[in-house]
């Protein structure tokens, strides 16, 4: 398709295990963003890769989180050892490029920690 | 987040009214983005705004960005049932950060 894919679509697991969430860019776009959406809440902003690389990652909440991109296209956000305040969803965006262009949002990875 | 503030947090509004959603930032935006949410999906992105003063349209949605740059307002016009979900306002203040306010929830009665 032609928008930002992110699987899974939902995702409940047991407290204590690992997570992978998978974020599928639209071509051509260099830019790929990460936020997390609680329930009720707005977006908050985890971290962001131009090209492979991510400038800063000193938005992701713990340690328990990671997230790479390779081959400058698919990206994954890993969360170790999840606990129940996880549970969000996971919201993958891309742009052309950053510096004002508009991001371009996936459906978003619904997590529940058990 | 503390450096976007929408307003209001809720509007229910009837069918056919007008409405306006206002989004203020504690420092002069780079540029400034409206997205529109519902429930379980993801962010459709609606309008962008970089120059002071600009103003865009799509059908019946207008937004406005003022001279100095620090407050959007997000216009409808004759509201309809379709114009329902949460509107957000984003932001990029500098290289490595993007910030969203905290949503505007529009429900419109029929």
């Known amino acids: 398709g032609a928008g930002v894919s992110q699987s899974p679509s939902n995702k409940v697991t047991e407290k204590g295990k690992d997570v992978e969430l998978r974020c599928d860019p639209i071509?051509?776009?260099?830019?790929l963003y990460w936020y997390r959406q609680s329930l009720g809440q707005g977006l908050e902003f985890l971290i962001y890769f131009q090209g492979n690389s991510a400038p800063d990652k000193s938005g992701l909440p713990s340690d328990r989180f990671s997230a790479e991109r390779t081959g400058g296209s698919v990206s994954t956000l890993t969360i170790q050892r999840t606990q129940q305040e996880d549970s969000a969803v996971y919201l993958c965006a891309s742009s052309l490029e950053t510096g004002n262009q508009p991001q371009h949002f996936g459906d978003g990875t619904r997590l529940s920690i058990l | 987040s503390q450096e976007l503030e929408q307003s209001p947090q809720s509007l229910i509004v009837q069918e056919g009214k007008n409405l306006t959603i206002n989004c203020t930032s504690s420092k002069t935006l780079y540029g400034l983005y409206w997205y529109k949410q519902k429930y379980g999906e993801g962010l459709i992105f609606l309008m962008m705004l970089q120059k002071g003063g600009e103003e865009k349209s799509h059908e019946k949605i207008t937004a406005k960005l003022d001279e100095k740059k620090q407050q959007s307002s997000l216009h409808i016009t004759a509201s309809q049932p379709s114009h329902a979900g949460i509107y957000l306002c984003?932001?990029?203040?500098?290289?490595?950060?993007?910030?969203f306010g905290s949503g505007t929830k529009l429900n419109v009665k029929p």
């Open positions: 071509s051509g776009h260099t830019a």
């Open positions: 984003g932001a990029q203040y500098n290289f490595n950060k993007f910030y």
